[in-house]
């Protein structure tokens, strides 16, 4: 090989290393020693000297430069800049393993790819390597391993008639080339793991850096690659890059244009660039102006809301960019992604997805995963999948444009049903004291309801889907789905009253009952009211409630529904209670009582016993008051309701305390609120009037502490009340003073 290669025909030499190699691999099953490796390296590298010690003289080898300028104000990612660091740190006789920077178009993978490298350059002084491997872009051709292979071959000066035939043999000779040297390799815009394998150095000094809108597992599975997912800008971030573009004085003279700018871009650094070059080509224009365009964009009928987010090139056009990743899904993949559009909710779980596409749960999984992949899709939490503003408009535009009136519609009606009827299933299984019962149709046909079996179940679901729902009533009642916007709004009653979010409460259902009066439906304007009215006296708005209450009532004595109007007339006994007008709550409780049990509604009768209780101990009646308090925990216990015995209990021990049997009261009301569960809200009144009943015991200090409890929960779920306790806790002196009377309510 040596006498060949120094009289000049080294051809002729590598095809004796090639002979030699395979008698090793046939004979022996070895490969040739370190000697003729790096004599074959040489060779190659246009010398007849072999490496020494693994080393090559820097003089005789090429050292590629070919990293893309870093000429673009970089902005934030500092986080993002310290994990690569991390991530690619130096393992001692081992070749790092390659990292994968992933993340949805525009997010700026190839600017902190780019930089990184420029920034970590000394790291790898025998070159950098950089090919676009044109995974995602304006051609459907991404550029094949085999060209890629043929750049770097050619950028590290091997000679044409040397390069070998095949594939196989090429990445040999690349990853030959780079042994014994410290050289990184950047492959922007990978399509696949199969498109980068070949191209992955096996040297230790040599790392490959990859950028691409897929997540490559498979790489990650079989080469053991590290991962970065880049997400999208803060607000703060946003304001910074717009700051680096425009100038601290433009942008400081607008802030409200600038907060705009940066609530449209969805923190995307592409759209914020755009607009940023937009602003900087018209600089006598201010930046309100701007505003204007993305609000004349906005069409509701027609495609063009991204218009505005178009630089001029390929490159900088948004709905450009995003359509490389979409055109790369299934048409199932792309289908789920166009109708995603259809409801502007913050996420969607599978089964919601499943419903909207008709398909099953299983199915949804797998199309959502390959979105996920695409980064079409992010999933913030498990099972739970959301995307930003833009690629919903890009999604709106799409279905517009391909999918019929008539299947967006389907669609819409599956999913919304999907959330009907699950909240409606979790609904049944959260004890509301007070509810009027909600029936609904059956679900159509695709529709998936949420699999939820208990009451831990239900709350958690809710938990998940509270701004989706709400997001759907919006929708619906939007989109013409009046019955869905206020039975769904029904169906959330027991989550938001046990949870007290009563402002999403007063939200969901004063959009139920502009739904409800356009549907002129008489039972669902009563139902509505009533939910309305509770959310309302939470509030502290009684006289509102009062009056949706009192039309309630009207509307189902019209109707003929008993136990709807048996619940009016018991949150109307509790606005009577709350201005100490107790007889005439106690009138209407009896009144209520009389309608429960001429329907049957044996629940209903044991709470509104409960309530007739209270309110004869609010009139000193003290021994009717326990002896209706008992009839109506008989009927709790029969039942197996467990917040209504919990209220009972509650009212049993404001009894005993108002008898002065203080230690009795204390107890009572221990065992109320080991049976609350997670009704925060009621238990804020029971711990308020346990902490009563404390300090009256002569306990103080534990019933200041006790009332500090009740405090938190009061001015949290019930502000309108909290002034009230504020200033009872801080009357109430060290030694403590007896106030019997505070903390009133029926259950």
């Given amino acids: 090989m040596t006498a060949l290669s120094r009289g000049g025909h080294r051809t002729e030499a590598l095809a004796v290393f090639r002979g030699v190699r395979r008698r090793f691999a046939d004979e022996l099953g070895i490969e040739p020693g370190e000697e003729l490796q790096r004599l074959h390296q040489a060779i190659l590298a246009g010398r007849d000297e072999p490496a020494v010690n693994g080393t090559t003289p820097a003089a005789s080898l090429a050292v590629p430069r070919h990293l893309p300028p870093d000429t673009e104000p970089f902005t934030a990612r500092e986080d993002e800049l310290a994990t690569l660091d991390r991530l690619t740190a130096p393992r001692p006789g081992q070749a790092p393993p390659p990292c994968v920077v992933t993340g949805t178009g525009g997010v700026g993978k190839t600017t902190l790819a780019v930089h990184w490298a420029h920034r970590a350059r000394d790291r790898f002084p025998d070159g950098q390597l950089y090919?676009?491997?044109?995974?995602?872009?304006?051609?459907?051709?991404?550029?094949?391993?085999?060209?890629?292979?043929?750049?770097?071959?050619?950028?590290?000066?091997?000679?044409?008639?040397?390069?070998?035939?095949?594939?196989?043999?090429?990445?040999?000779?690349?990853?030959?080339?780079l042994a014994g040297r410290r050289m990184l390799i950047l492959l922007d815009n990978a399509l696949?793991?199969?498109?980068?394998?070949?191209?992955?150095?096996?040297?230790?000094?040599?790392?490959?850096?990859?950028?691409?809108?897929?997540?490559?597992?498979?790489?990650?599975?079989?080469?053991?690659?590290?991962?970065?997912?880049?997400?999208?800008?803060?607000?703060?971030?946003?304001?910074?890059?717009?700051?680096?573009?425009?100038?601290?004085?433009?942008?400081?003279?607008?802030p409200q244009a600038v907060d705009d700018l940066v609530s449209r871009c969805a923190g995307l650094p592409l759209a914020l660039s755009i607009v940023a070059a937009r602003a900087h080509a018209r600089p006598a224009f201010p930046l309100r102006a701007l505003i204007t365009e993305l609000e004349e964009a906005d069409g509701p009928d027609e495609p063009g809301g991204l218009d505005v987010f178009d630089g001029g090139d390929t490159g900088t056009n948004l709905r450009t960019v995003f359509s490389w990743s979409y055109r790369a899904l299934s048409p199932q993949a792309a289908r789920l992604f166009r109708l995603r559009s259809l409801l502007p909710a913050p996420e969607l779980s599978a089964p919601a997805a499943a419903s909207l596409a008709g398909i099953t749960v299983r199915e949804a999984r797998r199309l959502l995963a390959e979105l996920t992949r695409a980064n079409l899709a992010a999933e913030p939490a498990p099972g739970r999948y959301g995307w930003h503003d833009l690629l919903r408009a890009y999604a709106e535009e799409l279905t517009l444009l391909h999918d019929s009136g008539d299947e967006r519609r389907q669609a819409l009606h599956r999913l919304l049903d999907h959330y009907l009827h699950s909240a409606h299933l979790g609904d049944g299984l959260l004890e509301l004291l007070h509810r009027v019962p909600l029936n609904l149709p059956e679900p159509g046909p695709g529709v998936v309801v949420a699999r939820i079996g208990d009451r831990e179940q239900s709350l958690a679901w809710f938990g998940r889907e509270h701004r989706t729902l709400l997001a759907a009533i919006r929708h619906a009642a939007r989109a013409g789905f009046d019955a869905h916007a206020w039975q769904l709004a029904c169906a959330c009653w027991g989550f938001l009253s046990q949870e007290s979010r009563s402002d999403d409460q007063v939200a969901m259902y004063r959009i139920a009952l502009e739904a409800a009066q356009r549907l002129d439906d008489q039972a669902a304007q009563a139902h509505v009211r009533v939910g309305l009215a509770q959310a309302l006296i939470r509030l502290g708005r009684d006289g509102t409630s009062g009056t949706h209450l009192r039309q309630a009532l009207t509307l189902f004595r019209t109707l003929g529904d008993q136990v709807g109007q048996g619940v009016c007339l018991t949150y109307l006994s509790l606005l009577e209670d709350r201005r100490n007008r107790y007889a005439e709550g106690l009138a209407l409780s009896e009144e209520a009582l009389r309608l429960h049990r001429s329907a049957g509604d044996r629940a209903g009768e044991g709470r509104v016993l409960n309530n007739i209780g209270w309110f004869h101990a609010r009139l000193g009646a003290y021994g009717e008051a326990l002896r209706r308090c008992e009839e109506a925990l008989l009927i709790h216990r029969e039942l197996d309701d467990r917040p209504g015995e919990s209220a009972t209990l509650d009212s049993m021990g404001y009894i005993h305390h108002l008898l002065g049997r203080y230690e009795q009261a204390i107890a009572y009301y221990l065992r109320s609120l080991s049976l609350r569960g997670g009704k925060r809200a009621l238990g804020a009144r029971t711990l308020q009037r346990l902490g009563e009943a404390q300090v009256a015991a002569g306990r103080v200090a534990e019933g200041r502490q006790t009332l500090g409890r009740a405090l938190d929960l009061v001015a949290e779920l019930a502000p309108g009340d909290a002034d009230a306790l504020r200033t009872r806790i801080r009357g109430l002196a060290p030694q403590g003073g007896v106030n019997a009377r505070g903390a009133a309510g029926p259950s």
């Fill in 131 to 177: 090919v676009n491997l044109q995974g995602y872009g304006p051609t459907h051709a991404a550029r094949s391993p085999a060209e890629a292979v043929r750049l770097f071959l050619d950028a590290l000066q091997v000679p044409p008639e040397l390069i070998p035939a095949t594939l196989e043999a090429q990445a040999g000779l690349y990853r030959s080339l």
């Fill in 192 to 254: 696949d793991s199969d498109q980068v394998r070949p191209l992955l150095p096996s040297a230790p000094g040599c790392l490959a850096l990859i950028t691409s809108r897929a997540e490559l597992t498979g790489l990650v599975a079989a080469e053991g690659g590290r991962t970065l997912t880049l997400g999208l800008f803060s607000p703060a971030e946003s304001r910074e890059l717009l700051t680096r573009r425009l100038g601290a004085a433009k942008v400081g003279a607008e």
